[in-house]
């Protein structure tokens, strides 16, 4: 499975040099990318008509990154070639039998004067023979009836890139004073938000974890091992890199190219069962993957782990963009661990997706009973009214076993591979959605802990009595989350777990 390679994009040594030269005169401040208002200038050379424009700009920046590199420029030219053609544009052009090798660059008017006065400043000034300056930015009133400000699009290239400012001028700032990172989660780096979209797979152990790793890139990976007991003994990101290597944890939580910093709360006991696991390959190009240990079960759970296991599953599941819980016919017991785990991952209920691997270790009949039980048994855990979306196969290398399954069983298990893959594909496409959807969630949680931290705050008294003050609004903490809430009019459901914000507190009273 390649995520975001179709042959579009492709081109001759030639026509790369050209797009190259073009690239080079749209990128006028020299970032790498051009961003929406250089742009609209250079693609209205081309004479397309605002909405055909507005495809061209869809289909080239696919991940909607708010700007195009050069491989979107590349595409983006491709499609204005095809458009002058007469083509007609949809995103089913991607799968057609276009010979993107040979699309000849478009037709842009204006374009080598542009060039001309690049390579030669002197005449940049000049008048033309009517006397008007220069291709005028005229032609962006004509599309767009409000300006956009001229200091926010000299400051802000990429949605990430304003995300950024916007976390590090108005949000950061609050997390401090309120010591929103002591309570909810650690401040964010910028490579939090550079970072890729991430799959986190969670489940007991021999669910087939690590096999599906395995099967979505098509080879094993560094550090990788499978068997029928508990191989995977440790949390490991699986991510691109330029050769095959594994890095162990208090290196990568150091490293500040990675989103990774925040581990660090959880102390060397986590770090020393935690790895990286980097490897050149197109899909990881995409996605990163977060192999996890097996949840435990049974008498296994009464061996306490060396660190908070639930808290880092929470940690990642703010992160990742997609949770994958992963059940074994034969093992459908829902342990009291998993309960925990699964309860942590309370406010990404729209990530999380169940699979029923090895699906074709049952037959049909069974299947179904299975299947029933499975839901049962979610539906007292996931206590939801929605029904969590439930992909059935086998996710290995290994064919389907037909002898139990039958030729039914196949396709369906197909089909709904074929469904999970696409889920898949789609995250590199959401991740920018996403990055804006967790960071309103963020800056709402940070509003409400503002107020909730002042709100007990003014009640404490002066000087005496602070101890008793403190113990009183501890206790009644579920009272002061409603005065808050009626203070403010706030909505109820934005407020954190009474239980968590008490123990909180009282680590917190217990470090002072």
């Not at 492709?10 to 005169?25: G, M, P, R």
């Not at 440790?234 to 290597?245: I, K, Q």
């Not at 990742?320 to 309960?339: G, M, R, T, V, W």
């Amino acid at each position: 499975m390649e995520i975001g390679a179709p042959r579009i994009g492709s081109c001759s040594k030639e026509h790369q040099k050209i797009y190259k030269e073009w690239f080079d005169v749209a990128d006028s401040d020299n970032d790498g990318r051009v961003t929406g208002n250089n742009a609209i200038n250079f693609l209205s050379m081309s004479n397309l008509s605002r909405q055909e424009l507005k495809q061209v700009w869809a289909i080239a920046d696919s991940k909607r990154q708010g700007y195009l590199g050069f491989k979107e420029f590349v595409i983006a030219m491709q499609l204005v070639s095809l458009v002058q053609d007469g083509n007609e544009l949809s995103h089913d052009i991607l799968k057609g039998d276009v010979d993107f090798e040979n699309v000849k660059p478009p037709k842009m008017e204006g374009l080598d004067e542009l060039i001309q006065k690049k390579k030669d400043p002197s005449n940049s000034s000049k008048p033309d023979s009517n006397g008007n300056s220069p291709r005028q930015a005229s032609i962006t009133t004509q599309w767009f009836s409000s300006k956009p400000s001229k200091r926010y699009l000299s400051n802000v290239t990429s949605i990430q890139d304003g995300l950024k400012k916007l976390y590090t001028r108005k949000l950061k700032p609050l997390e401090v004073t309120y010591c929103f990172n002591d309570f909810v989660s650690p401040l964010l780096t910028n490579s939090d938000f550079d970072a890729k979209p991430m799959v986190m797979l969670l489940g007991q152990y021999s669910t087939g974890k690590t096999t599906f790793i395995k099967h979505m890139l098509k080879c094993s990976y560094p550090g990788a091992h499978i068997g029928p007991e508990p191989t995977t003994d440790r949390f490991v990101v699986v991510m691109s890199g330029t050769d095959e290597r594994s890095v162990p944890g208090n290196t990568i939580a150091v490293h500040a190219d990675m989103p990774f910093t925040g581990l660090n709360s959880f102390g060397t006991a986590f770090l020393s069962k935690f790895e990286c696991s980097q490897m050149p390959h197109p899909l990881l190009e995409h996605i990163t993957f977060v192999d996890t240990p097996g949840v435990l079960s049974g008498e296994k759970q009464r061996t306490q782990r060396a660190y908070d296991f639930t808290g880092v599953t929470a940690w990642f599941a703010a992160k990742c963009d997609l949770i994958l819980l992963l059940f074994d016919p034969h093992k459908l017991d829902i342990s009291d661990e998993f309960k925990r785990v699964i309860y942590s991952l309370r406010g990404h209920d729209d990530k999380i997706r169940v699979v029923l691997n090895k699906a074709d270790q049952v037959d049909t009949q069974q299947l179904m009973r299975i299947y029933g039980a499975l839901m049962w048994s979610l539906g007292k855990v996931l206590n939801t009214p929605e029904v969590v979306r439930v992909y059935i196969g086998s996710f290995n290398e290994k064919p389907v076993n037909e002898g139990f399954t039958g030729p039914i069983g196949k396709a369906l298990f197909e089909k709904e591979q074929e469904d999970l893959l696409t889920d898949l594909k789609d995250i590199p496409k959401k991740a920018c959605d996403r990055r804006i959807n967790e960071f309103v969630k963020r800056a709402r949680a940070a509003k409400i802990h503002a107020y909730i931290v002042g709100h007990l705050k003014k009640e404490m008294p002066t000087f005496i009595g602070k101890a008793k003050t403190q113990q009183r609004l501890t206790d009644n903490l579920e009272e002061e989350f409603v005065k808050v809430q009626r203070d403010y009019h706030l909505p109820p459901g934005d407020f954190p777990d009474v239980e968590n914000f008490k123990e909180r507190i009282l680590i917190e009273q217990k470090e002072d």
